[in-house]
Each structure stands twice: as C-alpha cells, then as structure tokens.
C-alpha cells in the first residue's frame, strides 16, 4: 500500500497511461483519472468515484460493463442537470435515469411577452442552484417539465405560477394550463397524477375551470397546500364539484390574499388557513376555534382570520363555553396593543399544547403552541 502511494508521487507515474495493480488498494481513484486505462481492485467504490468516472470519461468502455445496481446508486448521487446529460447518452442511458426518481424543490412558470414561459428548477437537497433556467416556446417547456415525473415517485415541492404582464396578456396562464392538460391527456392515461405537493399563484389571472382543472391533476396523496391571491372559483355548482374533489378534502395549508365571498365553513377542517372576509360573525369565530381545539393537528398549526369590518370581542365571548381573560404570552407594548386580547384555550387531545388565540381589531390568529415555547411557536410558520 505505502508502494503504491509513493509510486503515484513520481514524475515517472504522470507519464504512464496504462496500469495494472493485482493487490487491493485504497489510494483515491483521482490518481489514476488521467490514464487511458487502469486494472485496479478496491475494497469498496462508493458513488462519488463512479460519478467521477462518469464524468471525467474515463474510458467510457468501463460503464457498460458496471452492475446496474451500481449504475442506480449513481444516478440517484447525480444532481438533475447531471442526469440529464447522461439521459442523452443512449437509449440504456435514458432507462437507467428514468428509473430514479428526482426530488425538486420549485419549479417555476412566468408567461412573457411573445408566446413564451420562463421555466427554472430548483434542487431539492442540493446547493440552492437554478436550473434549467431559461426561456422558451409553450411546447418545449411543457416536454422538460413532464420529463421531471418520468419516474413514477418523482415529486415537486413547490409549483409556482406568477404572470407579471397578466394586464397585457390576460388569458397567458389560462392558455398555459390549457395547453398542458392537452399534453398530459396525449401521452399519458387518465390515471396519471402530477405529485406536487404545493400550488402558489400570486401574480396574473385565472378562470375558475382552469384552476379546477389544474388542481384535478394533481396526486391527492400529495398535494396538500393551495396559496393564491385570489380564489376564482364561486358559482355553487364549481364550488361543490370543488369539494367532491380528494385534492380539496386532503388540503392541509389554504392561504388566500384577497377577500372571499365564500362560507367559512368549505374550508374547514386544516392545519393551515389564512383567509380574508368582510366580515366575520362570532359563531363562525368559535367554530374555528372549537376545530382546533378538539381535533388533533400539529403543533405550530394556525388560523388566521382579517376582516374589513371590526370583530366583537363580546359577541365572540358570548359563543365560548370559557370566561374571557387576557393573557397575553409576550412583554410587547406594541404586539398588545394590537391585539386587544390573548386567550389560551385547554387542548382536549393533548397536555403538551394549548390553543392561543389573538384577536386584534380586524383579524383573529390561533395557534397551537407548546406550553414552554407559546412566543416561538404562536408565528413560526407564518411565512410559509
């Protein structure tokens, strides 16, 4: 061994482009990467080695001949870019990266000017890095982004849709999920589900059908949150054919910007709600509180209600089986001044938690906090 680590310091080894070593090694395989061919035994290889000489075509005779399993271990170590590039190796190329499933962490659409979508993707578990980023016609994005669900457990975390010139082009984003449900429709069966686990929509316009629509296409078993700033969907028979969906009833996190015409109660129960009406009436108050109370959700959940119109702290009171006290949980002047009272409900599923509620002029917030963490846990999640 300590032969074979003082051979590959000499001036005679950077002129060798064969070797053969019988004895098993441990020297880093990076020594022998500049040769034109090696006949070396390890103990081990680990992926890294194998994506180095991938990479580094050393003598691409060599990963043929590899084990699949080997192969597999790999493709899964390669970031998204890498395995696109050996995706158009070959045909066996193709099947091997179809074989592993990605794990992207966003994926974002932007219509522009000109009949064309910015498309970028962004790696889930590797340094925060844009990929395929760039702009292009409808068809060719479409072929990139259905690429990303080859394997059938590949999934996205994060769907956004954001179309800043929706005033010069206001049916892009409609045209845009038009044109991929004709997609998804000519290559693949109905079965087929799209597992993204959140839909954010914050900037342009879309018609009620087709964020049904879209929402139809995606796993149940996965999907789990809807952040927009508008919720077009309002007529009774959508809004019915809405809540028959499992997407909507496997919801976790609804967070909507603008003010809803809509019941509270169609988005009842979840783990995450942030919405906006007119006005809020006291029974619907406790309603929500009473849904956090005696179902079981995990720490950290909230409600959030803004209102246009001023909240009755009695008429909210009047609907409670427990005696208004406030008790606020920070020291801030200014957090208790906005909040005119802190009420802290008992938990009939666990003792660990309790339920603070905050109700302010316009808005009521609840959250469920960890006894010994109420001001860590009361705002944790808000900026999701």
């Given at each position: 061994?300590?032969a074979?680590k003082?051979?590959?310091?000499?001036?005679?080894?950077?002129s060798?482009k064969?070797?053969?070593?019988?004895?098993?090694i441990?020297?880093?395989l990076?020594?022998?990467?500049?040769?034109?061919?090696?006949?070396?035994?390890?103990?081990t290889?680990?992926p890294?080695?194998?994506?180095?000489l991938?990479e580094?075509?050393?003598k691409m005779?060599?990963?043929?001949?590899l084990?699949?399993?080997?192969?597999?271990?790999?493709?899964?170590?390669?970031?998204y870019k890498?395995?696109?590039?050996?995706?158009k190796?070959?045909?066996?190329?193709r099947?091997?990266?179809?074989?592993c499933?990605?794990?992207?962490?966003?994926v974002?659409?932007e219509?522009r000017?000109?009949?064309?979508?910015?498309?970028s993707?962004?790696?889930?578990?590797?340094?925060?890095?844009?990929?395929?980023?760039?702009?292009c016609?409808?068809?060719e994005?479409?072929?990139?982004f259905?690429?990303?669900?080859k394997n059938?457990k590949?999934?996205?975390?994060?769907?956004?849709i954001?179309?800043?010139?929706?005033?010069?082009?206001?049916?892009?984003?409609?045209?845009?999920?038009?044109?991929?449900?004709n997609?998804?429709?000519?290559?693949?069966p109905n079965?087929?589900?799209?597992?993204?686990?959140k839909l954010?929509?914050h900037?342009?316009e879309?018609?009620?059908?087709?964020?049904?629509?879209?929402?139809?296409?995606?796993?149940?078993?996965?999907?789990?949150?809807?952040h927009?700033?508008?919720?077009?969907?309002?007529?009774?028979?959508?809004?019915?054919e809405?809540?028959?969906?499992?997407?909507?009833?496997?919801l976790?996190?609804?967070?909507?910007q603008e003010?809803?015409?809509?019941p509270?109660?169609?988005?009842?129960p979840?783990?995450i709600?942030s919405?906006?009406?007119?006005?809020?009436?006291?029974?619907?108050?406790w309603?929500?509180?009473?849904?956090f109370?005696?179902?079981?959700?995990?720490?950290?959940?909230?409600?959030?209600?803004?209102?246009?119109?001023?909240?009755?702290?009695?008429?909210i009171?009047?609907?409670?089986?427990v005696?208004?006290?406030?008790?606020?949980i920070?020291?801030?002047?200014?957090?208790?001044d906005?909040f005119?009272?802190?009420?802290?409900?008992?938990?009939?599923?666990?003792?660990?938690?309790?339920?603070v509620?905050?109700?302010?002029?316009?808005?009521?917030?609840?959250?469920i906090?960890?006894?010994?963490?109420?001001?860590?846990?009361?705002d944790?999640?808000?900026?999701?």
């Amino acid at each position: 061994m300590a032969a074979v680590k003082e051979l590959v310091q000499t001036e005679q080894f950077e002129s060798l482009k064969n070797i053969v070593i019988f004895a098993t090694i441990n020297v880093s395989l990076d020594s022998f990467l500049n040769l034109d061919s090696m006949d070396l035994t390890y103990p081990t290889l680990c992926p890294k080695d194998g994506i180095r000489l991938v990479e580094k075509n050393v003598k691409m005779e060599l990963w043929p001949i590899l084990p699949d399993t080997f192969k597999t271990s790999v493709v899964k170590k390669l970031d998204y870019k890498s395995r696109c590039r050996l995706r158009k190796c070959s045909k066996t190329e193709r099947s091997l990266v179809d074989s592993c499933p990605v794990f992207i962490k966003h994926v974002n659409f932007e219509p522009r000017v000109g009949n064309v979508i910015y498309f970028s993707i962004e790696e889930l578990g590797f340094p925060c890095e844009i990929l395929n980023d760039k702009a292009c016609n409808t068809q060719e994005v479409l072929q990139d982004f259905l690429l990303l669900f080859k394997n059938a457990k590949s999934k996205v975390t994060q769907l956004s849709i954001a179309h800043y010139n929706f005033q010069r082009q206001p049916d892009a984003v409609n045209d845009f999920i038009a044109f991929l449900l004709n997609e998804i429709g000519s290559q693949y069966p109905n079965s087929f589900k799209l597992k993204i686990q959140k839909l954010e929509f914050h900037w342009g316009e879309m018609k009620d059908t087709s964020l049904l629509s879209l929402l139809k296409i995606f796993d149940p078993k996965v999907f789990n949150a809807l952040h927009l700033r508008n919720f077009p969907i309002r007529t009774p028979v959508l809004i019915e054919e809405l809540l028959e969906t499992e997407q909507w009833k496997n919801l976790k996190d609804i967070q909507i910007q603008e003010k809803l015409a809509l019941p509270l109660n169609i988005f009842h129960p979840k783990d995450i709600l942030s919405v906006t009406f007119h006005s809020l009436r006291a029974d619907d108050a406790w309603n929500c509180i009473q849904n956090f109370q005696f179902k079981p959700r995990p720490f950290q959940s909230f409600f959030r209600i803004f209102t246009t119109t001023d909240l009755s702290l009695s008429e909210i009171f009047s609907q409670c089986n427990v005696p208004a006290k406030n008790e606020p949980i920070e020291k801030s002047h200014y957090l208790n001044d906005y909040f005119k009272h802190t009420q802290r409900f008992q938990l009939t599923w666990t003792q660990e938690c309790i339920l603070v509620v905050k109700i302010a002029k316009r808005q009521i917030k609840g959250t469920i906090c960890r006894k010994e963490f109420l001001v860590d846990d009361f705002d944790e999640l808000d900026d999701l």
